[in-house]
């Protein structure tokens, strides 16, 4: 199906001055040219039709060549510009600053990459392609940050020169093991601006779920695996057995192996708090105390 699109021109040329056009649900799936051309035209707004084509898109350059904004959301475009140079799309949307591709087709980097073919293009639009879909939230627009340099909004959001830096550096990674007949052209743009970059380290900052320490009593020791995620008032009760005192007989103190002379005992006063937040490590003490003893302990009593 397609519209004869004489008709916004012919406005045009009656003295009309035509400045936004929209055409949604028309079911439309070609575009027929036409001779006289419309410049005061801004923006085009031609959503849910049937646009597959590229060929007809490039259609609008000559008869709007002051298009600035294009919205082609929800048809189904399953390339952008694949047979003509770049100089074509530079030649034809000249002003273009804003395009929509939303639910469209596009299934290849390339076409992500021959949007900087537009001169002036500043805001994309690029939800809801099948190209996207096998990426998280945040390694889809981190590597289509670092395909469009000029572009500095994507999806309605500000692109930040800090997020454009961490998208680019990600996009090196993302295709450090690809062959190298393989790796996309803007790779090696990137490469040649920060180097080849090494894989990120993998740090597991969730906290020890087990130690070994030293517990004392009186003139006894004994070294115990303690689970980290219980709390204070939790190990008391484990250690009630072992020091013969009730949980609510006893005070702790928590000693770091390689501090515990420096810094001294630290009591552990609240029955809350996890023992993984102490930070303790393999071979730390702890040291029981009856309650009936003086509340302070001296480091020198630690040497006995």
């Given at each position: 199906?397609?519209w004869?699109?004489?008709?916004?021109?012919?406005?045009?040329?009656?003295?009309?001055?035509?400045?936004?056009?929209?055409l949604?649900?028309?079911?439309y799936?070609?575009?027929?040219?036409?001779?006289?051309p419309?410049?005061?035209?801004?923006?085009?707004?031609?959503?849910?039709?049937q646009?597959?084509?590229?060929?007809e898109?490039?259609?609008f350059?000559?008869?709007y060549?002051?298009?600035?904004n294009?919205?082609?959301?929800?048809?189904?475009?399953?390339?952008?510009?694949?047979?003509?140079?770049?100089?074509?799309?530079?030649r034809?949307?000249p002003n273009?600053?804003?395009?929509?591709?939303?639910?469209?087709?596009l299934?290849r980097?390339?076409?992500?990459?021959?949007?900087n073919f537009?001169?002036k293009?500043?805001?994309?639009r690029?939800?809801g392609?099948?190209?996207?879909?096998?990426?998280?939230?945040?390694?889809?627009?981190?590597?289509?940050?670092?395909?469009?340099?000029?572009?500095?909004?994507?999806?309605?959001?500000?692109?930040?020169?800090?997020?454009r830096?961490?998208?680019?550096?990600?996009f090196?990674?993302?295709?450090?093991d690809?062959?190298?007949?393989?790796?996309?052209?803007?790779?090696?743009?990137?490469?040649s601006?920060?180097?080849?970059?090494?894989?990120?380290?993998?740090?597991?900052?969730?906290?020890r779920c087990?130690?070994?320490?030293?517990v004392?009593?009186g003139?006894?020791?004994?070294?115990?695996s303690?689970?980290?995620?219980?709390?204070?008032g939790e190990?008391?009760?484990e250690?009630?057995?072992?020091?013969?005192?009730?949980?609510?007989?006893?005070?702790?103190?928590?000693i770091?192996?390689?501090?515990g002379?420096?810094?001294?005992?630290?009591?552990?006063?609240?029955?809350?708090?996890?023992?993984?937040?102490?930070?303790?490590?393999?071979?730390?003490?702890i040291?029981?105390v009856?309650?009936?003893?003086?509340?302070?302990?001296?480091?020198?009593?630690?040497?006995s």
């Amino acid at each position: 199906m397609w519209w004869s699109w004489t008709c916004p021109t012919t406005s045009y040329k009656t003295g009309g001055r035509l400045e936004e056009l929209f055409l949604c649900l028309n079911e439309y799936d070609q575009v027929a040219e036409s001779p006289v051309p419309c410049p005061s035209l801004r923006l085009l707004q031609i959503t849910d039709n049937q646009l597959q084509e590229w060929d007809e898109v490039r259609k609008f350059g000559p008869m709007y060549p002051g298009l600035q904004n294009l919205v082609l959301s929800n048809n189904k475009l399953g390339s952008v510009e694949e047979d003509t140079p770049q100089d074509t799309l530079q030649r034809l949307f000249p002003n273009l600053r804003s395009i929509n591709l939303n639910n469209s087709g596009l299934n290849r980097w390339e076409d992500i990459e021959r949007l900087n073919f537009f001169p002036k293009l500043e805001e994309v639009r690029l939800m809801g392609l099948p190209l996207l879909q096998p990426y998280t939230n945040k390694e889809r627009r981190s590597l289509t940050v670092a395909q469009l340099p000029s572009v500095s909004v994507l999806n309605g959001s500000v692109v930040t020169e800090g997020e454009r830096e961490d998208a680019e550096r990600f996009f090196i990674r993302h295709y450090l093991d690809l062959p190298e007949e393989t790796l996309p052209h803007r790779y090696h743009v990137l490469v040649s601006k920060y180097g080849r970059l090494a894989p990120l380290a993998e740090v597991d900052l969730r906290p020890r779920c087990m130690a070994t320490l030293e517990v004392r009593w009186g003139e006894r020791t004994e070294t115990l695996s303690l689970r980290l995620e219980q709390t204070v008032g939790e190990l008391k009760k484990e250690l009630r057995a072992l020091v013969d005192l009730p949980a609510n007989g006893m005070r702790l103190y928590y000693i770091a192996r390689e501090l515990g002379s420096a810094l001294g005992p630290e009591e552990m006063k609240y029955g809350s708090r996890a023992l993984h937040s102490y930070m303790i490590q393999d071979g730390d003490e702890i040291l029981v105390v009856p309650k009936t003893k003086s509340r302070t302990i001296s480091s020198t009593s630690l040497d006995s």
